[in-house]
């Protein structure tokens, strides 16, 4: 796409027989190419807040050439709109090649939620869906507010995050794989394990919620409790708000919505 907007830019330009007229047309198509990598970019990010809902984990299927969400349904013996609504699709025509798709499929199948998601070591397993556990939406209510309060941290900023994240479903992993309620990356548990000496599974409902508070607790600490900050931080990272600036103001406005909910 770059290299396409550069030949057009540079090398039409550059003609003496270039008009403004041809400019115009010009920006106007590298415009519509422009918007039309964001759609795509758009479309793919959907399938992060995939929900397979209760009892059911997500089998992830990467979308090839010549694929339709009709034909795909099919194969996986799901109904088109079922599996629209799962991967938040709102127009089922639109697919993209290289889109993670969530396919919902029984817990047992995969998982018993009875194995560990910790190695002796403290690595993390990735795609665990055997140490997964259930949980119900009043469940995880009533840990997130016992959690915030031991923490010291705000109730609705992490019932907030936890919804914006995975709707308060433990029994899920994204396509990215991010675990759980908080969604938390194996990479982090393991990084928060090793800064509190802890053994926290992130596969485990309390486990998991406790790692999002350790988080969330130390990006408080960090940005002096500035909440706007705080709430970019969990999702955009420390580092990148500190240096950056926050760049992910539709997220900071969901969670920010949903605490006054809260």
């Given at each position: 796409?770059?290299?396409?907007?550069?030949?057009?830019?540079?090398?039409?330009?550059?003609?003496?027989?270039?008009?403004?007229?041809?400019?115009?047309?010009?920006?106007?198509?590298?415009?519509l190419?422009?918007?039309?990598?964001w759609?795509?970019?758009?479309?793919q990010?959907?399938?992060?807040?995939?929900?397979?809902?209760?009892?059911?984990?997500?089998?992830?299927?990467?979308?090839?050439?010549?694929?339709?969400?009709?034909?795909i349904?099919?194969?996986?013996?799901?109904?088109?709109?079922?599996?629209?609504?799962?991967?938040?699709?709102?127009?089922i025509?639109?697919?993209?090649?290289g889109?993670?798709?969530?396919?919902?499929?029984?817990?047992n199948?995969?998982?018993?939620?009875?194995?560990?998601?910790?190695?002796?070591?403290?690595?993390?397993?990735?795609?665990?869906?055997?140490?997964?556990?259930?949980?119900?939406?009043?469940?995880?209510a009533?840990?997130?507010?016992?959690?915030?309060?031991?923490?010291?941290?705000?109730?609705?900023?992490?019932?907030?995050?936890?919804?914006?994240?995975?709707?308060?479903?433990?029994?899920?992993?994204?396509?990215?794989?991010?675990?759980?309620?908080?969604q938390?990356?194996?990479?982090?548990?393991q990084?928060?394990?090793?800064?509190?000496?802890?053994?926290?599974?992130?596969?485990?409902?309390?486990?998991n919620?406790?790692?999002?508070a350790?988080?969330?607790?130390?990006?408080w600490q960090?940005?002096?409790?500035?909440?706007?900050?705080?709430?970019?931080?969990?999702?955009q990272?420390?580092?990148?708000?500190?240096?950056?600036?926050?760049?992910?103001?539709?997220?900071?406005?969901?969670?920010?919505?949903?605490?006054?909910?809260?």
């Open positions: 796409m770059r290299g396409l907007i550069s030949f057009l830019r540079e090398g039409w330009s550059s003609s003496p027989r270039f008009s403004i007229y041809h400019q115009a047309m010009l920006l106007a198509l590298i415009t190419l422009s918007l039309g990598t759609a795509i970019t758009l479309a990010a959907d399938a992060y807040g995939a929900n397979p809902g209760p009892g059911k984990v997500c089998e992830w299927y990467t979308v090839l050439a010549g694929n339709s969400l009709e034909r349904s099919r194969a996986y013996h799901n109904s088109t709109r079922s599996l629209a609504h799962v991967n938040n699709i709102t127009n025509n639109r697919i993209f090649i889109q993670r798709l969530c396919i919902p499929i029984i817990a199948r995969r998982s018993g939620g009875t194995a560990s998601g910790l190695l002796p070591n403290g690595s993390v397993r990735g795609f665990a869906y055997n140490a997964l556990e259930q949980s119900s939406p009043s469940q995880v009533s840990l997130l507010r016992q959690t915030a309060a031991r923490h010291g941290l705000p109730a609705n900023l992490l019932m907030a995050i936890a919804w914006q994240e995975s709707g308060w479903n433990q029994h899920v992993i994204a396509h990215d794989g991010g675990i759980g309620t908080m938390i990356m194996p990479s982090t548990a990084g928060l394990n090793r800064q509190v000496r802890g053994h926290y599974d992130p596969y485990k409902l309390q486990d919620i406790e790692l999002g350790i988080y969330l607790h130390s990006l960090g940005f002096h409790g500035d909440q706007t900050k705080v709430i970019s931080a969990y999702n990272g420390g580092w990148s708000v500190t240096h950056q600036g926050i760049s992910n103001w539709p997220y900071v406005r969901s969670v920010q919505a949903l605490m006054r909910r809260y």
